[in-house]
């Protein structure tokens, strides 16, 4: 059974950069990809980034592309999302997720539908 803990969540000032991190234990050498949502107060959970294990191949919602980065350690089966230039926009409970399907469109991991499992969710606060 996989495991997803989040950490690295926080307050930082508009402008700032934070770094969350999502390990990832139990996971199968077959599991296919990651992602990052985030729900902010009174809305619905969004898509933010994908990476495949693999590959590397990484997709970006377009209200981040740019300022995030997701990036992967293989060997510490761990998710890194590197958040710069953060919006008080950006203020939301970020959640990692992975997934066992396999699909050869980028497009399908943006998706909720994708993913098998969640991690519990590390909250991001950006204010002044």
């Known amino acids: 059974q996989v495991q997803l803990i989040e950490s690295g969540g926080g307050l930082v000032r508009p402008g700032g950069s934070l770094r969350v991190s999502c390990a990832a234990s139990g996971r199968a050498v077959s599991d296919s990809a990651m992602a990052w949502f985030r729900q902010a107060p009174g809305k619905e959970r969004g898509f933010v980034a994908s990476?495949?294990?693999?590959?590397?191949?990484?997709f970006y919602a377009d209200t981040v592309k740019g300022r995030f980065t997701i990036s992967r350690d293989n060997a510490e089966n761990t998710v890194y999302l590197q958040m710069n230039s953060l919006k008080p926009e950006d203020t939301a409970v970020y959640y990692c997720a992975g997934s066992r399907k396999v699909s050869t469109s980028t497009y399908y991991y943006t998706g909720e539908a994708a993913y098998d499992y969640w991690g519990q969710g590390t909250q991001v606060t950006v204010s002044s």
């Open positions: 990476i495949r294990w693999n590959s590397g191949t990484t």
